[in-house]
């Protein structure tokens, strides 16, 4: 069994900030890339950025230079830092991330079950 459980959602006010993690546990003997993703209403969910296991990373072109992940491989966890929240960030955030399980062959891609980012004033 792998969990992967987000928190740090919140309500923020225009150009707040914001900090998300994502956990991972079980058994887990290592993890590839991890990404977020977001889903506001009546949107399809899209990728916010991701980040492999040796830290490169890629962004969606609506969020670079306001956030940056990063991950602590040692503690299976990810993290989003969001600065300069606008309106239209508001949405579901959801972790996603390739695992290799121990006593495994296959590669698990799991997801968590979201956190909700509100900016708004």
């Known amino acids: 069994q792998v969990q992967l459980v987000e928190s740090g959602g919140g309500l923020v006010q225009p150009g707040g900030s914001l900090r998300l993690s994502c956990a991972a546990s079980?058994?887990?003997?290592?993890?590839?890339?991890m990404r977020w993703y977001r889903q506001a209403p009546g949107n399809q969910r899209e990728l916010v950025a991701s980040?492999?296991?040796?830290?490169?990373?890629n962004y969606a072109d609506s969020v670079k230079g306001r956030f940056t992940i990063s991950r602590d491989n040692a503690k299976n966890t990810m993290y989003l830092q969001m600065n300069s929240l606008k309106p239209e960030d508001t949405a579901v955030y959801y972790c996603?991330?390739?695992?290799?399980?121990?006593?495994?062959?296959?590669?698990?891609?799991?997801w968590g079950q979201g956190t909700q980012v509100t900016v708004s004033s």
């Open positions: 996603n991330a390739d695992i290799w399980r121990i006593g495994q062959s296959v590669l698990l891609n799991a």
């Open positions: 079980g058994s887990i003997f290592s993890i590839n890339t």
């Open positions: 980040i492999t296991s040796g830290s490169s990373t």
